[in-house]
């Protein structure tokens, strides 16, 4: 098992900055692929960023050049730097984590349905 918890959330303007970290705890030997995904009212959730084992990150189109994903594995714990906010980053961000096998096969981190989640914290862009 492993346990999630996301920490940095809170409210900014328009053009500001946060950042989330997300620390993992439990069989961490589980966090291969990690990322962050939000969900705001009213709509699905959506992913926003990942990063594989070897520090290889993906980005939602809608957040290319404004955020950065980082892991800092000695520390276990995945960070998600969000800067030039805007009110449509509003949501509740989720850390999740897998370990990116499927039996004996090895699962693109973009391409899973994550096993672990935290319980997310709110991110809020006001214009």
């Known amino acids: 098992q492993v346990q999630l918890v996301e920490s940095g959330g809170g409210s900014v303007q328009a053009g500001g900055s946060l950042r989330l970290s997300c620390a993992a705890s439990g069989y961490t030997y589980s966090t291969t692929c990690m990322g962050w995904f939000r969900q705001a009212p009213g709509k699905e959730r959506e992913g926003v960023a990942i990063i594989d084992s070897d520090g290889s990150p993906s980005y939602a189109d809608s957040v290319k050049g404004r955020f950065t994903i980082s892991k800092d594995n000695a520390k276990n714990t995945l960070y998600l730097r969000m800067n030039s906010l805007k009110p449509e980053d509003t949501a509740m961000y989720y850390c999740?984590?897998?370990?990116?096998?499927?039996?004996?096969?090895?699962?693109?981190?973009?391409?899973?349905?994550?096993?672990?989640w935290g319980q997310g914290t709110q991110v809020t862009v006001s214009s």
């Open positions: 999740a984590a897998d370990p990116g096998y499927r039996g004996d096969y090895r699962i693109a981190c973009t391409g899973l349905d994550y096993g672990y």
